[in-house]
């Protein structure tokens, strides 16, 4: 299985400070057909996850522009320009360029 | 708006089989790819696998390796649902179980709909 590592699994933020969650993953994820299939989640306390970002730096409807996605081929980062109290909970990347599809472990954002 | 929804029982014994269904609602599941992932307590994400909805494709499966023997996943076209059964269960297979919306990832990625999950708690 493609191994994909997040870190900081810890993230304390001040409100309207930026954050920074980077996710590795041991291999590529430029898939065959020229794409790379790396998302992002958030899931709040006692919620399901909810998908952010698809395909490295694209914004689900809804999700607001202070959340954004880069990276290329095995190194990929999630920022937030301003957190916001909505903003706790636990964010996950997600490899979906090679079968199983696997999860980073997640990072937990707080607000300090 | 499309809505999932797991169902099912809530308490398994070792050795026995966990089933759940997944209703979906708001679109037609002939249209998509439909997903499992577990969540044991305090932990991480697993996929479990997939089943493709698409007409031409319908039926064909994929399974997380470390679940193959014990994992099935079909599909209610009839009933707009998609279920998952998992036998031979230990207390390790204790999760929160999401049904979730895959999409043609090329266009749109992985899993942009989750149901709200159902906790499957196995023991005697």
């Known amino acids: 299985d493609v191994v994909v590592t997040q870190s900081p699994l810890s993230l304390p933020v001040t409100l309207g400070q930026p954050a920074s969650i980077s996710c590795r993953s041991g291999?590529?994820?430029?898939?065959?057909?020229?794409?790379?299939?790396l998302n992002w989640f958030h899931q709040r306390p006692g919620q399901s996850p909810r998908r952010l970002i698809y395909?490295?730096?694209n914004r689900d409807s809804g999700v607001p522009d202070r959340f954004s996605g880069s990276g290329s081929d095995t190194d990929f980062t999630l920022k937030i320009s301003r957190v916001e109290a909505e903003d706790v909970g636990v964010y996950y990347c997600?490899?979906?360029?090679?079968?199983?599809?696997?999860f980073g472990q997640g990072t937990k954002l707080e607000i300090k | 708006q499309v809505q999932l929804q797991e169902s099912g029982p809530g308490l398994v014994k070792p050795s026995e089989t966990l089933s759940l269904t997944c209703t979906v609602s708001?679109?037609?599941?002939?249209?998509?790819?439909w997903g499992w992932v577990r969540q044991p307590p305090g932990k991480g994400l697993e996929w479990i696998g997939y089943?493709?909805?698409?007409?031409?494709?319908?039926?064909?499966?994929n399974y997380n390796p470390s679940l193959v023997g014990r994992v099935t996943i079909s599909l209610d076209t009839s009933r707009n649902q998609f279920s998952l059964n998992l036998n031979s269960v230990t207390a390790a297979d204790t999760a929160v179980y999401y049904c979730?919306?895959?999409?043609?990832?090329?266009?749109?990625?992985?899993?942009?709909?989750w149901g709200q999950g159902t906790l499957v708690t196995v023991s005697s």
């Open positions: 089943i493709f909805g698409y007409i031409f494709d319908s039926g064909r499966t």
């Open positions: 708001g679109g037609s599941i002939s249209n998509y790819h």
């Open positions: 395909k490295v730096s």
């Open positions: 291999r590529s994820l430029v898939y065959s057909d020229g794409n790379t299939y």
């Open positions: 979730a919306r895959q999409p043609s990832a090329s266009t749109s990625g992985h899993l942009d709909y």
């Open positions: 997600m490899q979906g360029s090679h079968w199983p599809y696997t």
